[in-house]
């Protein structure tokens, strides 16, 4: 069964620290990968994404996210998190028959 | 401005009773995607519309229906409705004509099953 497993439910940083969220995925053949953020009061939007080629991707406001086949893992990174990045981080992946499957989360708080 | 447009924003209905929800994907995108989100809990994938047709279902049961109209606009339709079902349900709109096309989500429609 395809699955996505997040290793932390809550992460509180403080500012200026550095932020790595775990995912590892559960599929058997060839995925596209996603991480998705949630704002507080805002929906769901698009993080970063990987679907070929050079397996170390960077999104939008300084993250980056790392896909390690061998580890079906895609995790998620920062080196200095801001009190605006306090969130939600939903990681997902899909496959090209559409259907995409998503972690439960983890929230970050990120303390001023 | 999420572009995705759903309605309505929050709904409480009673147990056995039919819900419709309805949802505009953003502009330009033709397939839409429907995910029940519980508290705690990621999204999770009810069907796929494209083309007026289901493409693609997940693990619910029959009383989840949908229906996509030319105009690319999506309605999900639950019949005898259980507390269970109490839920965020999404709307993603995407484009299949780009390969491997994000999700772009809506606010969600709150539903409350007493």
């Known amino acids: 069964a395809q699955s996505v497993s997040q290793h932390n439910h809550h992460v509180i940083l403080s500012e200026a620290a550095s932020l790595e969220l775990g995912c590892n995925y559960s599929y058997g053949g060839t995925v596209n990968l996603f991480w998705y953020v949630q704002y507080p009061g805002q929906h769901l939007q698009l993080l970063l994404k990987y679907f070929s080629g050079d397996p170390l991707v960077k999104g939008i406001k300084g993250f980056e996210a790392e896909f390690i086949k061998s580890k079906f893992s895609f995790n998620l990174r920062k080196p200095s998190v801001q009190w605006s990045d306090t969130a939600e981080y939903f990681c997902?992946?899909?496959?090209?028959?559409?259907?995409?499957?998503f972690g439960d989360g983890t929230t970050l708080t990120v303390k001023p | 401005d999420a572009g995705v447009t759903q309605s309505p924003t929050h709904l409480i209905k009673t147990r056995g009773q039919q819900v419709t929800l309805r949802c505009s994907p953003k502009s330009g995108h033709d397939t839409v995607s429907w995910y029940q989100q519980a508290l705690g809990q990621g999204p999770q994938f009810i069907f796929q519309?494209?083309?007026?047709?289901?493409?693609q279902r997940g693990n619910f049961p029959d009383r989840f229906s949908g229906h996509q109209f030319p105009n690319y606009s999506s309605e999900l339709n639950v019949n005898a409705l259980l507390l269970g079902d109490s839920a965020l349900y999404l709307c993603a709109s995407s484009y299949t004509g780009t390969a491997n096309s994000p999700l772009h989500f809506g606010n969600g429609t709150r539903l409350t099953v007493t």
């Open positions: 997902a992946f899909n496959t090209n028959a559409g259907k995409s499957t």
């Open positions: 519309y494209y083309e007026e047709e289901e493409r």
